[in-house]
């Protein structure tokens, strides 16, 4: 078999082992696997006997991250984290997380069967929760895995009142057990995430694969608007105090606000009219506001630009704004000598050294604290992510495969 149809192969049950996985949901007829639900736990399972079977020794820690090792036998080895998540959005795509998972496990289970001698252990990493849906956190698995996890974390309840510390019960766990589940700072060698694009960008450009540059910072805020409820029928217009044309022009502003700035993102992706009815002017309505850019200074300044956009568009209407910063991530750029190898990898394998920034969240955030992290992504299908259409191509997973094996030969021909 030539290499390239090798690797092809490979792609095509990594793709089965996706089908499968994706069949593992909350509700049939759609992909959604919120960190904790039985369904998580049917695929957490599923994952570790995938890494059992790829021989890496494999369990699930305290918090329900999935974790295989090939360990060396080199005394003083560090260790390369090589990761992605396998919870999902709501009505989700098949392959955000998945498909970073099962490269790593395919690839890593490629060098465990070979006669290389391993100068540092490989650690595989299904994370438990980078999409943040069920308690609205995100990163929960990778900060335990840093040593970051914030105990107090532990307090936050679900839509159902669920405490995340009741939630991780089902893996085992205690609270206790967090601070021992962290790869201690010394001991990271580095961090590798596969991921699709989750954009149009490499689709446009007709390429399968690029390195990435850049993680966007982001900023989620929850604005609660307090207007006066009345009757639709009987206060006139010009003495209303309606809360949801207060939200309505605010959404408005805000998009216009975003289309100025070349390098920022805003959306309202939540809108709530608390009681509502048709005969009622609402005098209550909740939004919520996702701000990300690459640039620190242009986060900051748009943050306090919008907030005064709104805050003047409240008071002009006679509305209660209170905004409250419920998330922030710094951004954050990949460490340049260790992705300088993953262009080298890029190169090796014949495709054009093309960098992005990522605009969505990544576990390699958090982990970039500890240790140099590089990211590679693959192009998805129209860029479409976040959507049940959310697809890739087997022959582009066949070159990020080549991509990754390269990486990971140049890697150990450096430390050996
Ligand atoms: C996760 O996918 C995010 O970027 O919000
Ligand atoms: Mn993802
Ligand atoms: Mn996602």
Redesign the pocket.
Known sequence: MTEKSHQYTRAKAIVQQIEQLAAITEQSGCVTRRYGSPAFVEGAHLVAQWMQEAGLQTRIDAIGNVRGRLVSLNPHAKTLVMASHIDT?VNAGKY?GPLGLLMGIDVAKQIGQSTILLPFHIEIIAFAD???VRFHT?FLGSQVVTGAFNPQLLAKQDADGITLQQAMSVFGGTAADLPNEAIPANDWLGYFEMHIE?GPVLDNRNLPVAWVSDIAG?KRILVHLTGFAGHAGTVPMSMRQDALCAAAEMVVAIEKFALQQPNLVATVGTLQIPQSASNVIPGNVHFSI?LRSNEPDLLANAYQQLQQLCTHIAQSRNIACNWQLVQHTAPVAAHAPFTQLLQQAIAQAGFPDVSLVS????DAVPVSQVAPIAMLFIRCYKGIS?HPAESCNENDIAAALQVADNFLHLLIQQHT
């Open positions: 959005v955000d980078e999409e943040g995100t989750q982001q996702d605009g969505a969240g990544h976040h």
